[in-house]
């Protein structure tokens, strides 16, 4: 079975920029959930979405957004870019999105922005 | 505010056995689950503990004490392969929102 994919990989954005990311997840699981890593705040949770719907949400400002499509698939949005939105955007996966459901990970995006 | 302590660093020689603590304070408890990630890599699931007592899996093992918000992983006869990184983490509010520790970057040497 496949495990989670992210895409792209790497990219590099101008501050004022917007930025989409993309994530398929395990065949099968429909919660998807996205969390930010960074050096200095470790990882912080962003939202999840399961059935379309956002369940849940961090404490990030608006310019952070995102959806989950009928077949899963999620995309996470990023407005007027910030120096500080520079990070590695791991997307993650589980069967039924509760606490018993082990999150599965993807290889992230690693997002620079200059 | 929540917050996970963990130890930053931890050293061990192969075959030793190592145990990284974790002490939490959330409001909220949906168990203390474990991640390992290797540099540059996913980090990936190891444990979960929904209530109090030890869940043993292969070399790994994980405790959790809910009155004293505290859990620790166990890792038994080391490997080289097992330096990376180990998160501790809470679930609060449901829905797969965890609050991750810092991480404990463990080294293993020959």
């Known amino acids: 079975k496949a495990g989670v994919t992210q895409t792209p990989r790497y990219l590099i954005k101008t501050r004022g920029q917007q930025v989409t990311l993309s994530c398929s997840p395990i065949?099968?699981?429909?919660?998807v959930s996205w969390y930010q890593q960074t050096p200095g705040q470790g990882l912080q949770f962003l939202f999840e979405y399961f059935s379309e719907t956002q369940r849940n949400k961090g404490n990030f400002p608006g310019r952070f957004s995102g959806r989950q499509f009928s077949n899963s698939r999620s995309e996470m949005n990023v407005s007027t870019l910030e120096l500080g939105d520079s990070a590695l955007y791991l997307c993650a996966s589980s069967s039924r999105g509760d606490e018993n459901s082990p999150l599965h990970f993807g290889n992230g995006t690693r997002l620079t922005v200059t | 505010g929540q917050s996970l302590e963990q130890p930053s660093e931890v050293t061990a020689v192969e075959g030793a056995i190592v145990q990284i603590n974790c002490t939490y304070q959330?409001?909220?408890?949906?168990?203390l689950s474990w991640y390992q990630q290797h540099d540059g890599g996913a980090p990936t699931f190891l444990s979960y503990n929904a209530l109090d007592g030890l869940e043993e899996t292969g070399r790994f093992s994980s405790f959790l004490s809910r009155s004293d918000s505290y859990g620790y992983l166990l890792l038994q006869e080391l490997q080289m392969k097992d330096s990376a990184s180990y998160f501790c983490a809470v679930g609060v509010g449901g829905y797969n929102k965890l609050i991750f520790g810092a991480g404990t970057r463990l080294a293993v040497h020959p």
């Open positions: 959330t409001s909220g408890f949906y168990g």
């Open positions: 065949s099968g699981h429909r919660s």
